[in-house]
């Protein structure tokens, strides 16, 4: 063997040796944070537990489907197994429908079953598969989770029954997450547009005032068009570099809009 050729073999050995170190130091330490937030699902407070949920959906590792599901069986926290749910759903995607259906049907009326059924809605790749389970449910928690989950999905027609339900829902807060999920959906389209609404960053318990909500809807009326809400929540499922220069864009083409029709 040439000398030149023994100098390439030994650089290409060397390389092999680093990337394999690096490699195996990668897998020791995800190993090790996977231990780690793994023993932090047994913490008392609930949002010690509900933060490791969601570091290990990062993860996706389907051999800790099984421990999602203990904790959406088991925790006596609802907002814990809400993000055990998230976690499964993202992790075994269908496979993940009969555990968290069944979990719908055990969880009390509240905010967290709403969210439930969005989660089983994307778990199961079908808004409409939700909405044949539980969306005639008028008045019902479940109802409303069918609404959040077409909103989610860029169905602009949620929209009036949403803001139908932030002013007359049966429930302080049912009005409070409805209120709450149209803020979560309006929030990225006035940073698109440069268009804002004086509304608090979070509804109150009882939901927005009458007068807010008016301001609200009306806003929504005069900025959101189906277009604008399917590319807000494209780029929002598919974050890339061209998020920041998208919205941008629009900001300038809404204050010149703005500028020459003397608003």
Known sequence: MRPKTKTWLGWLIAAAIVVGAIAGWWRF????????????????DPAVRQQALWELTRLKDPSLAPTFERMLAGDDNGWVREAAAYAMARTVGDTASGPIAAAIEREPPGPVVAQLVRIYARAVGSV??????????????????????????ADAAAAPPLFAAARS?????????AAATLL?????????TGSHVDLPARPP?????PAALDRFEAWWDRHVTPQLLGDVV???????DEAAEF????????????????E
């Not at 318990?205 to 005032?209: C, I, K, S, T």
Request: aromatic fraction near 4%; hydrophobic fraction near 45%; charge should be positive.
């Open 184 to 192: 979560a959906a309006a929030r990225p389209m006035m940073e698109a």
């Open 234 to 240: 494209e780029l929002m499922q598919n974050p890339s």
């Open 128 to 153: 409409e598969a939700a909405a044949r389970r539980w969306g005639g449910l008028p008045g019902r928690w479940q109802t409303l989770g069918v609404l959040a989950a077409r909103l989610h999905e």
């Open 169 to 177: 829902a049966e429930l302080p807060g049912q009005r409070a997450y």
């Open 29 to 44: 330490d995800a190993f090790r944070d996977r231990r780690a937030l793994l023993a932090r699902l047994s913490d008392p």
């Open 205 to 209: 318990p009882g939901g927005l005032a």
């Open 247 to 262: 919205a941008r864009l629009l900001r300038t083409k809404r204050g010149a809009e703005e500028l020459l029709s003397g």
